[in-house]
């Protein structure tokens, strides 16, 4: 999605840059460095308006908790034309005793100035998170807000702002997560709410909810996997076969899983829901730190299912892994893309050939980290009683001042490099045919980076 809106950037800061870009001069004398900037025309007003409803009101700022667009102060564009005609700012009204919370959404009229336009109030403690989506689909953002009533009870609504002021589409209390998507690739978002049952007596459950006759229904509902602690990421992402799909990962016995979510026929389906067992069984996994992700970058999200390797010495229990990267099918099904190693410490991965998971294993060596070298040194495992592994290929981070030199000794090539840190490998062919060129491992190693954002 093209985001239009400016996110994470708060008002005062935006203000402080263009003050400082407007004036020209970065260095005054130092008595001028104490006077308040000079502040844009448009931004002044602004903030001089904003300052009159909280002295109305009696309010002030409110912190939001979670999410992408925390600042008490957000500049929007809702109809996409490319300008930010809209303000949306946070209150809290500290007389209130019901509906204390406030969002003040200030319009800039052709004048450039900024009047209060709408005022969208909720109850809670704080506000959880807030998003702006088309969920109705008429080209113009609407309003989502998760009001805050205590640490693990919020309420989710969603608001239309129409020229004949604030419609609310929904409003429903969640105590997990919550992810707007269009599931059902009609162009239009949906919204899809996740519960946790705290009884123990209950079941836990995605609910769907669609736009129809002006306003937002739950159309079906889906079982999430039993027992699960708490859902730690709702991202959305494709099937194998490009099908729209939530993936809703949760904390689990031993582990985590992710309930695949997706719309066929209008209803809502957990894909990987084994009925028999209560979870999804197929996606329950030992938690090794990497996240869901489109690992080779063909569209498809992939779920890391980690198989542990066995130990250098016996003498020794292994801590290391390697990843299976898990497509899912419309059946739930997985099917491997790629297998990869993945170094958290030195956040690093290296995407194996296929013949190497169940013929290596892997044992970090530190012991030159006081020179700012650190290591991975991957072993050719036979599995033969008796034999031992033999390292065939290293691979150093090197951050010390000396790490031009160390990167250039012999039998090393270079992987990647930035202003601090190189990363290098040693591969010795004798040891194994393992079906690689020390050329081509620079093709196969990549940085950690975030986790996956669909959008």
């Excluded at 990497?290 to 390797?309: F, H, T, V, Y």
């Excluded at 599995?383 to 390292?391: N, S, T, V, Y």
Aim: net charge negative; proline share 2%; with cysteine.
């Amino acid at each position: 999605m093209i985001r239009r809106v400016l996110r994470g950037v708060g008002l005062c800061a935006t203000l402080l840059f263009l003050s400082m870009s407007l004036c020209g001069c970065m260095f005054e004398q130092a008595e001028g460095l104490y006077a308040l900037p000079i502040l844009p025309e448009e931004y002044s007003q602004l903030q001089s308006t904003i300052q009159d409803v909280m002295d109305q009101q009696g309010a002030e700022y409110a912190t939001i908790s979670s999410g992408d667009n925390t600042s008490t102060v957000q500049l929007l564009d809702l109809n996409g034309d490319g300008q930010q005609e809209m303000a949306a700012v946070f209150l809290r009204v500290t007389s209130a005793e019901e509906k204390p919370l406030r969002v003040c959404l200030f319009r800039k009229g052709a004048d450039n100035n900024y009047r209060l336009t709408y005022v969208v109030e909720g109850d809670g403690t704080s506000i959880n998170s807030v998003g702006y989506e088309d969920v109705t689909g008429d080209g113009v953002l609407d309003l989502i807000v998760s009001w805050q009533m205590s640490t693990k009870v919020h309420i989710l609504s969603a608001y239309a702002l129409l020229d004949a002021g604030v419609y609310e589409l929904m409003s429903t209390t969640y105590n997990e997560s919550y992810l707007v998507s269009d599931m059902d690739k009609d162009g239009v978002k949906e919204i899809v709410v996740c519960h946790q049952d705290s009884t123990g007596e209950g079941i836990n459950l995605a609910e769907y909810y669609d736009y129809s006759g002006g306003v937002m229904t739950m159309s079906s509902s889906a079982r999430l996997s039993n027992e699960i602690y708490g859902i730690y990421s709702m991202v959305a992402g494709k099937l194998s076969d490009g099908t729209p799909a939530v993936f809703a990962s949760s904390l689990f016995s031993g582990g985590s899983l992710t309930d695949v979510l997706t719309v066929q026929n209008g209803q809502m389906r957990n894909v990987t829901y084994n009925k028999e067992a209560g979870y999804s069984q197929v996606t329950a996994r030992v938690d090794t730190g990497a996240m869901l992700s489109d690992i080779n970058k063909d569209g498809i999200l992939e779920i890391p299912i980690s198989m542990q390797l066995p130990n250098v010495k016996e003498t020794e229990e292994s801590g290391e892994s390697v990843v299976y990267w898990c497509q899912v099918d419309g059946n739930g099904s997985l099917a491997v893309s790629c297998v990869t190693y993945h170094c958290q410490t030195d956040g690093w991965y290296l995407v194996l050939p296929d013949s190497w998971p169940e013929h290596i294993t892997v044992a970090r060596d530190d012991s030159l980290s006081h020179r700012g070298e650190r290591s991975v040194v991957f072993y050719h495992y036979s599995g033969e009683e008796g034999a031992k592994p033999q390292p065939f290929l290293t691979i150093y981070r090197l951050t010390g001042s000396n790490r031009e030199a160390r990167a250039m000794l012999p039998g090393r090539v270079t992987l990647y490099r930035d202003s601090t840190t190189i990363y290098a490998a040693a591969l010795d062919e004798s040891v194994w045919d393992c079906g690689l060129e020390q050329e081509e491992l620079a093709q196969r190693f990549f940085l950690i980076t975030a986790a996956w954002d669909s959008e």
